[in-house]
């Protein structure tokens, strides 16, 4: 007579990291948008076109990549691409090789902001899921509410049925603790990413 397996909290946890991941990353048309600036700033003949592709590249950056702790050129990258999109408009650099210089170097921050911010960003997911996997089923159900607690233990025994509930409450309070534990090995508590 085979009994009932049990079932785990932390299988409800598998995909923190991912979640996490797809959450904190920018849209499919934000990137969209972000190659077609990069693609007119490089491509456009007219320094005026070649401004707005600029100032296009400067906002979505800005914009899409809002969690200053995890974009390392936040705010003097963006001075810098606004510093070439006013020497673009101006005509301060001369000639074909200075706009084009002063597009490509505006493509290269920006090139440079994105990468490093989908790379922080992926390590951080990593270091989450890691720390979930990590999880005793006991720890979160110490992390649970007194209700959610009994319902998961019911279902963990496999009298719960469907695990209902649970699915949301058992990866929020994963997080929570992945959470705190990468916090723990970050430098004066601010959200800078160790590599």
Same mark, same amino acid.
């Given at each position: 007579?085979?009994?009932?397996?049990?079932?785990?909290?932390?299988?409800?946890?598998?995909?923190?990291?991912?979640d996490f991941r797809r959450?904190?990353?920018?849209?499919?048309?934000?990137?969209?948008?972000?190659?077609?600036?990069?693609?007119?700033?490089?491509?456009?003949?007219?320094?005026?076109?070649?401004?707005?592709?600029?100032?296009?590249?400067?906002?979505?950056?800005?914009?899409?990549?809002?969690?200053p702790s995890l974009a390392?050129?936040?705010?003097?990258?963006?001075?810098?691409?606004?510093?070439?999109?006013?020497?673009?408009?101006?005509?301060?650099?001369? +000639?074909?090789? /200075?706009?084009? &210089?002063?597009?490509?170097? *505006? =493509?290269?921050? %920006?090139?440079? @902001? !994105?990468?490093?911010?989908?790379?922080?960003?992926?390590?951080?997911?990593?270091?989450?899921?890691?720390?979930?996997?990590?999880?005793?089923?006991?720890?979160?159900?110490?992390?649970?509410?007194?209700?959610?607690?009994?319902?998961?233990?019911?279902?963990?025994? +496999?009298?719960? /049925?469907?695990? &209902?509930?649970?699915?949301? *409450? =058992?990866?929020? %309070?994963?997080? @929570? !603790?992945?959470?705190?534990?990468?916090?723990?090995?970050?430098?004066?508590?601010?959200?800078?990413?160790?590599?």
């Amino acid at each position: 007579m085979n009994s009932p397996c049990p079932y785990r909290l932390s299988g409800l946890a598998a995909t923190v990291g991912a979640d996490f991941r797809r959450r904190a990353m920018p849209s499919s048309w934000v990137g969209l948008g972000l190659v077609l600036a990069a693609g007119a700033a490089l491509m456009a003949a007219q320094p005026g076109v070649q401004a707005v592709a600029v100032l296009a590249l400067a906002l979505l950056c800005r914009r899409a990549f809002r969690r200053p702790s995890l974009a390392p050129l936040g705010n003097p990258g963006f001075a810098v691409l606004l510093l070439l999109l006013a020497t673009s408009a101006l005509g301060i650099a001369t +000639g074909m090789w /200075g706009a084009w &210089g002063a597009a490509g170097l *505006a =493509v290269v921050i %920006a090139v440079v @902001h !994105v990468g490093s911010y989908a790379a922080r960003v992926v390590g951080l997911s990593m270091r989450l899921q890691a720390v979930v996997d990590s999880l005793e089923d006991v720890e979160l159900l110490a992390l649970l509410p007194p209700d959610a607690a009994a319902e998961a233990r019911r279902w963990m025994a +496999g009298a719960g /049925g469907d695990a &209902g509930r649970l699915t949301v *409450a =058992v990866p929020l %309070a994963a997080l @929570h !603790v992945a959470l705190g534990r990468c916090d723990a090995r970050v430098r004066d508590r601010r959200a800078l990413l160790l590599g």
